[in-house]
């Protein structure tokens, strides 16, 4: 079983920064792949950032290019995921989750899909004013 808990949203104004944390623990999720979503109302769920393992490789979404860098922290049975948001904009207002994909390395483009995640935060809530 694996346990994710996120943190770090606030209110931020137009071009400030944040930065997200997501820790997840459970046997060997040190080993697996994981994502960042959010999700703002009346809105489907849109893929923000993905990372590999190892930190080797990242993903970004389109929307967020440029502004946004997911990285991670392993350890022993845990690991910290990191996403750090800057240059905001009000568009980025939205509850960001955490996901553990139970794979080392994504396959093609499947880090977008939130359909094969296996496990998933609560989320926290970044709300950026104009």
Known sequence: ???????GGGLVQAGGSLRLSCVASGRTVNKYAMGWFRQAPGKEREFVAAIDWSGS?????????????VSRDNALNMVSVYLQMNSLKPEDTAVYCCAVRQVRYYSG???IDPGVYDYWGQGTQVTVSA
Do not use: A, H, M, P
């Open 57 to 69: 490789r990242t993903y970004n979404g389109d929307s967020v290019k440029g502004r946004f860098t």
């Open 1 to 7: 079983q694996v346990q994710l808990v996120e943190s």
């Open 109 to 111: 483009t499947e880090y």
